[in-house]
């Protein structure tokens, strides 16, 4: 049997059960690993000596591997069988998390996030693809709701427990966080042999390797011009050179698939109305959702003084209640469609980044931000599985895992590009906030380098003000995204 035809005929409950388990697993390495990262920031600066352009990198370099690679890695799974392409991606994952917890400098653990993020790019679209082809189409849309509740559940206890690791353990302890993914990994794979059905390769196929050179080229060029873009002493030439370099490959990339007879991008699909929509959603929305949740935790420990367990805890009523009602939003879009839970779902986004943004400048944690991140995980809740739901069954089977590459693909360039491009915002609007006397000062450094307490309280005005302009411009675009829900996609129709 092919990946191409239907699976669910021929697996049983309990197979379908374990293969949900390792999907839960697999995402939830995925969701663990960025939000401790992202907490874990301050030590990583302090521990390695990075700066703010390394820091950046630390995220974007896996990001960027992962968003280049994951539209080869779906393509994989249709090639190669969705059940060794995913535990395949899921043993790089593994590995490359130990290079990461043994890097001795920030120059070491860029190189390894970018490894990290070349099996992530494996091991993502396997997941919802392997959902789709085990479950059939009328528990399908269920059954990625309590995906998305059960991997939320077990990503909302990763920043806290990594917070709290960090804050007891040392300023190495932050290592922990990558030694946490080889044990998880090797329990996914050892599930996912044992349950998923064994699909024949499609012998025939072939795999894009010019397409992924080419968009791996062409976002890593945009990616660091925009990086660059945020320090303040990069030079034009480094800025708008690799930027325009980076457009140059990605209009080869789009002019090679055209022509290629085996894409990694089918620019087929883009010719359904549903499939466009949702992955126009999809930028925004998780470029919004990506920016923030970068900033949120470094403007909470360095801007508000918050310890690194306390500032963790942020994504707890997050996940729990994203959660919670992705498991009832699942139900639903099999019931009525995407375009209700998508509109609503992403206003309530819009108004929860207002919300966090207040909370942080008003420094009201308990009372401000938190029922902030409670709103945002009923937005994102609404969201999340009518979203997947949409991309999976807009396609034929037989693409299930290279639109769900595509999708995930956009999502990652979203948070790619909400890093670099909101760290260009965040540093003008700091630079512009503080004080001459702390010319010498980056966005993000370690308040403990500031002697006095003038110096100090300038440098949290500006990380305030800077998180502010930077949620300003989340809460809009998650606001076009509601915008795009309610115009573009329609009730349950394969267009």
Same mark, same amino acid.
């Given at each position: 049997?092919?990946?191409?035809?239907?699976?669910?005929?021929?697996?049983?409950?309990? @197979?379908?059960?374990?293969?949900?388990?390792?999907?839960?697993?697999?995402?939830?390495?995925?969701?663990?690993?960025?939000?401790?990262?992202?907490?874990?920031?301050?030590?990583?600066?302090?521990?390695?000596?990075?700066?703010?352009?390394?820091? @950046?990198?630390?995220?974007?370099?896996?990001?960027?591997?992962?968003? *280049?690679?994951?539209?080869?890695?779906?393509?994989?799974?249709?090639?190669?069988?969705?059940?060794?392409?995913?535990?395949?991606?899921?043993?790089?994952?593994?590995?490359?998390?130990?290079?990461?917890?043994?890097?001795?400098?920030?120059? @070491?653990?860029?190189?390894?996030?970018?490894?990290?993020?070349?099996?992530?790019?494996?091991?993502?679209?396997?997941?919802?693809?392997?959902?789709?082809?085990?479950?059939?189409? !009328?528990?399908?849309?269920?059954?990625?709701?309590?995906?998305?509740?059960?991997?939320?559940?077990?990503?909302?206890?990763?920043?806290?427990?990594?917070?709290?690791?960090?804050?007891?353990?040392?300023?190495?302890?932050?290592?922990?966080?990558?030694?946490?993914?080889?044990?998880?990994?090797?329990?996914?794979?050892?599930?996912?042999?044992?349950?998923?059905?064994?699909?024949?390769?499609?012998?025939?196929?072939?795999?894009?390797?010019?397409? *992924?050179?080419?968009?791996?080229?062409?976002?890593?060029?945009?990616?660091?011009?925009?990086?660059?873009?945020?320090?303040?002493?990069?030079?034009?030439?480094?800025?708008?050179?690799?930027?325009?370099?980076?457009?140059?490959?990605?209009?080869?990339?789009?002019?090679?698939?055209?022509?290629?007879?085996?894409?990694?991008?089918?620019?087929?699909?883009?010719?359904?109305?549903?499939?466009?929509?949702?992955?126009?959603?999809?930028?925004?929305?998780?470029?919004?959702?990506?920016?923030?949740?970068?900033?949120?935790?470094?403007?909470?420990?360095?801007?508000?003084?918050?310890?690194?367990?306390?500032?963790?805890?942020?994504?707890?009523?997050?996940?729990?209640?994203?959660?919670?009602?992705?498991?009832?939003?699942?139900?639903?879009?099999?019931?009525?469609?995407?375009?209700?839970?998508?509109?609503?779902?992403?206003?309530?986004?819009?108004?929860?980044?207002?919300?966090?943004?207040?909370?942080?400048?008003?420094?009201?944690?308990?009372?401000?931000?938190?029922?902030?991140?409670?709103?945002?995980?009923?937005?994102?809740?609404?969201?999340?599985?009518?979203?997947?739901?949409?991309?999976?069954?807009?396609?034929? !089977?037989?693409?299930?895992?290279?639109?769900?590459?595509?999708?995930?693909?956009?999502?990652?360039?979203?948070?790619?590009?909400?890093? *670099?491009?909101?760290?260009?915002?965040?540093?003008?609007?700091?630079?512009?906030?503080?004080?001459?006397?702390?010319?010498?000062?980056?966005?993000? @450094?370690?308040?403990?380098?500031?002697? !006095?307490?003038?110096?100090?309280?300038?440098?949290?005005?500006?990380?305030?003000?800077?998180?502010?302009?930077?949620?300003?411009?989340?809460?809009?675009?998650?606001?076009?995204?509601?915008?795009?829900?309610?115009?573009?996609?329609?009730?349950?129709?394969?267009?």
């Amino acid at each position: 049997m092919s990946d191409s035809a239907s699976a669910p005929a021929t697996t049983t409950p309990a @197979q379908r059960n374990l293969v949900l388990v390792a999907a839960i697993l697999a995402s939830s390495l995925g969701f663990i690993d960025g939000a401790v990262v992202s907490v874990a920031i301050p030590a990583i600066r302090a521990d390695l000596g990075a700066s703010f352009t390394d820091i @950046q990198w630390v995220a974007n370099a896996y990001t960027l591997l992962l968003s *280049a690679l994951i539209l080869v890695g779906g393509a994989a799974g249709d090639r190669f069988g969705l059940r060794l392409a995913f535990a395949g991606g899921i043993g790089v994952f593994a590995l490359t998390s130990i290079g990461c917890a043994l890097s001795g400098s920030a120059g @070491q653990l860029i190189a390894w996030r970018a490894a990290q993020g070349a099996g992530a790019a494996f091991m993502v679209p396997g997941s919802l693809a392997l959902i789709a082809r085990t479950f059939p189409p !009328d528990t399908r849309g269920a059954a990625i709701g309590l995906w998305s509740m059960a991997s939320g559940i077990a990503a909302a206890l990763g920043p806290i427990l990594g917070g709290l690791l960090i804050e007891y353990g040392g300023p190495t302890a932050w290592r922990w966080v990558f030694w946490l993914n080889p044990p998880i990994g090797a329990l996914t794979i050892a599930l996912v042999l044992a349950a998923a059905e064994r699909n024949g390769s499609q012998a025939g196929k072939s795999l894009d390797v010019l397409g *992924a050179i080419l968009v791996t080229l062409g976002l890593g060029g945009i990616s660091w011009g925009l990086t660059q873009a945020s320090d303040a002493g990069a030079s034009t030439a480094g800025i708008v050179l690799p930027f325009l370099a980076g457009l140059v490959f990605l209009a080869a990339f789009l002019g090679w698939e055209k022509r290629a007879k085996e894409p990694m991008m089918p620019l087929s699909l883009f010719g359904l109305r549903t499939f466009n929509g949702a992955n126009l959603l999809t930028f925004f929305l998780y470029f919004a959702l990506a920016g923030s949740l970068f900033f949120l935790p470094m403007t909470l420990i360095q801007g508000l003084g918050l310890p690194e367990g306390e500032a963790g805890s942020v994504y707890l009523p997050f996940t729990l209640m994203m959660a919670l009602v992705a498991r009832l939003s699942g139900g639903m879009t099999d019931r009525l469609g995407p375009r209700l839970p998508l509109t609503w779902g992403s206003i309530i986004v819009g108004l929860s980044f207002l919300a966090v943004a207040a909370g942080v400048y008003m420094e009201a944690f308990v009372f401000g931000v938190i029922p902030a991140m409670v709103l945002l995980g009923v937005g994102m809740g609404l969201v999340v599985a009518p979203l997947s739901t949409t991309v999976m069954t807009v396609a034929d !089977d037989a693409l299930a895992g290279t639109a769900s590459g595509i999708n995930n693909g956009i999502s990652r360039i979203a948070g790619l590009f909400a890093v *670099a491009v909101l760290g260009v915002i965040a540093a003008f609007v700091f630079r512009r906030a503080v004080d001459p006397m702390l010319a010498g000062v980056g966005f993000g @450094q370690p308040l403990g380098t500031l002697a !006095d307490w003038p110096a100090s309280h300038l440098y949290v005005e500006g990380m305030l003000k800077a998180f502010v302009a930077v949620s300003l411009v989340t809460a809009a675009l998650a606001f076009i995204s509601a915008g795009i829900a309610w115009r573009m996609l329609q009730g349950k129709t394969k267009t």
